[in-house]
């Protein structure tokens, strides 16, 4: 699989402007033969907005389906984080269209990060996985991939490829410099990590998006600055990949 992320600058709640970049980006990623494409967390209406309530959407949104009819278009399936109102809750969640525009999974993060979005958003309480192409794929939203349990959950039930929006914003560059790859390396599954660049209200972004191979290689990673990164994933090499969820011993 040819795998894409963009990193970008926040769109500052212009729904718009989201939707325009997001289709600029997966167009060429289409054009370089990408199989799919994933954008940051929140990216509609972006992370740290200070209008989240208002700019939530239903999944069935004019947004939502004005992107799911791009990724058809392409025929390239999309990862987009957003802002999700159903009914009287909110939820910090990311959609998958297929190729075809179909949703293939709406995920609603698990681990909320800190008092800001423990006050805007309900906790997700499912880890589902789905079908994307050759592998079994699953999402992650930016604070749960740091949470090896999770991991090592969905690897155990067959995940090959973990999807992750991020919001990863400074110190923290340890997240996709090390932990991603730690996590990619000790569970045998890939992790593509796609962050934020520049600055969005008090926060500033590290960049730095990522894709960790499955024997902890760093396959593509981005610097600080508006990028598309795209690699192919390599084959699975048996040999290589880490044992230790079946020699764990507990004691």
Same mark, same amino acid.
């Given at each position: 699989?040819?795998?894409?992320?963009?990193?970008?600058?926040?769109?500052?709640?212009?729904?718009?402007?989201?939707?325009?970049?997001?289709?600029?980006? =997966? /167009? $060429? %990623? !289409?054009?370089?033969?990408?199989? *799919? #494409? +994933? &954008?940051?967390?929140?990216w509609l209406p972006g992370y740290n907005q200070p209008d989240i309530p208002a700019?939530?959407?239903?999944?069935?949104?004019?947004?939502?389906?004005? =992107? /799911? $009819? %791009? !990724?058809?278009?392409?025929?390239? *399936? #999309? +990862? &987009?984080?957003?802002?999700?109102?159903?009914?009287?809750?909110?939820?910090?969640?990311?959609?998958?269209?297929?190729?075809?525009?179909?949703?293939?999974?709406?995920?609603?993060?698990?681990?909320?990060?800190?008092?800001?979005? *423990?006050?805007?958003?309900?906790?997700?309480?499912?880890?589902?996985?789905?079908?994307?192409?050759?592998?079994?794929?699953?999402?992650?939203?930016?604070?749960?991939?740091?949470?090896?349990?999770?991991?090592?959950?969905?690897?155990?039930?067959? *995940?090959?490829?973990?999807?992750?929006?991020?919001?990863?914003?400074?110190?923290?560059?340890?997240?996709?410099?090390?932990?991603?790859?730690?996590?990619?390396?000790?569970?045998?599954?890939?992790?593509?990590?796609?962050?934020?660049?520049?600055?969005?209200?008090?926060?500033?972004?590290?960049?730095?998006?990522?894709?960790?191979?499955?024997?902890?290689?760093?396959?593509?990673?981005?610097?600080?600055?508006?990028?598309?990164?795209?690699?192919?994933?390599?084959?699975?090499?048996?040999?290589?990949?880490?044992?230790?969820?079946?020699?764990?011993r507990q004691i």
């Amino acid at each position: 699989m040819r795998l894409a992320l963009w990193q970008g600058t926040s769109p500052a709640s212009d729904l718009t402007l989201a939707c325009t970049q997001a289709e600029a980006a =997966l /167009a $060429a %990623a !289409a054009a370089m033969g990408a199989a *799919a #494409l +994933v &954008l940051p967390e929140v990216w509609l209406p972006g992370y740290n907005q200070p209008d989240i309530p208002a700019h939530a959407l239903p999944l069935d949104s004019a947004p939502l389906n004005r =992107l /799911a $009819a %791009a !990724a058809r278009q392409h025929r390239t *399936a #999309l +990862v &987009l984080g957003y802002a999700e109102r159903d009914g009287d809750r909110l939820y910090n969640s990311a959609a998958c269209f297929g190729p075809d525009g179909a949703l293939l999974c709406n995920y609603r993060k698990v681990q909320l990060y800190g008092p800001r979005e *423990a006050a805007l958003y309900t906790p997700g309480d499912a880890l589902p996985t789905f079908r994307l192409g050759s592998e079994t794929a699953a999402i992650l939203i930016c604070y749960d991939i740091e949470f090896a349990p999770h991991v090592s959950n969905l690897a155990a039930r067959g *995940a090959t490829l973990i999807l992750v929006p991020t919001a990863s914003m400074a110190p923290f560059i340890h997240v996709p410099r090390a932990t991603v790859p730690a996590m990619a390396a000790s569970h045998a599954v890939t992790i593509a990590y796609a962050n934020y660049c520049g600055t969005e209200g008090d926060l500033t972004y590290v960049g730095t998006s990522t894709i960790a191979g499955p024997h902890g290689e760093i396959l593509a990673q981005a610097g600080e600055t508006p990028t598309l990164l795209v690699t192919d994933l390599p084959p699975r090499d048996p040999a290589r990949l880490s044992t230790q969820s079946a020699d764990l011993r507990q004691i």
